[in-house]
């Protein structure tokens, strides 16, 4: 089984950058998959950030293409999100997720996910 796991500050300032990093654990089998970051704003529903795939192609939520990057460091198992200029409305539980396809409704994921990260916008 896959494991992973979300890392990052839990407090980050406005107009600042959000860094997270999801480290993946576990068996390894030879499939093609598509790395995803979503977030969840208190009392809202999930939203998808973006995706990266095994092979470094990304696919990013229009509404936050411009303030995003998702990269790889595929010697630690790990795949990065940067937000940038960051508002309180950015504030939510973050989460990574590994799925066999491309998967721009989170509800519909039948991969594996993180547990989440909580993530404060404030000054």
């Known amino acids: 089984q896959v494991q992973l796991q979300e890392s990052g500050p839990g407090l980050v300032k406005p107009s600042q950058t959000l860094s997270l990093t999801c480290t993946v654990s576990g068996d390894s089998i030879s499939n093609y998959y598509y790395w995803s970051w979503i977030r969840q704003p208190p009392g809202k529903g999930l939203e998808w950030i973006g995706s990266i795939t095994d092979d470094g192609s990304a696919y990013y939520n229009p509404s936050l293409k411009s303030r995003t990057s998702i990269s790889w460091n595929t010697a630690k198992g790990q795949f990065t999100l940067q937000l940038r200029s960051v508002t309180p409305e950015d504030a939510a539980v973050y989460y990574c997720?590994?799925?066999?396809?491309?998967?721009?409704?989170?509800?519909?994921?039948?991969?594996?996910w993180g547990q989440g990260t909580q993530v404060t916008v404030s000054s």
């Open positions: 997720a590994r799925d066999n396809s491309l998967t721009t409704t989170p509800e519909r994921s039948r991969g594996s």
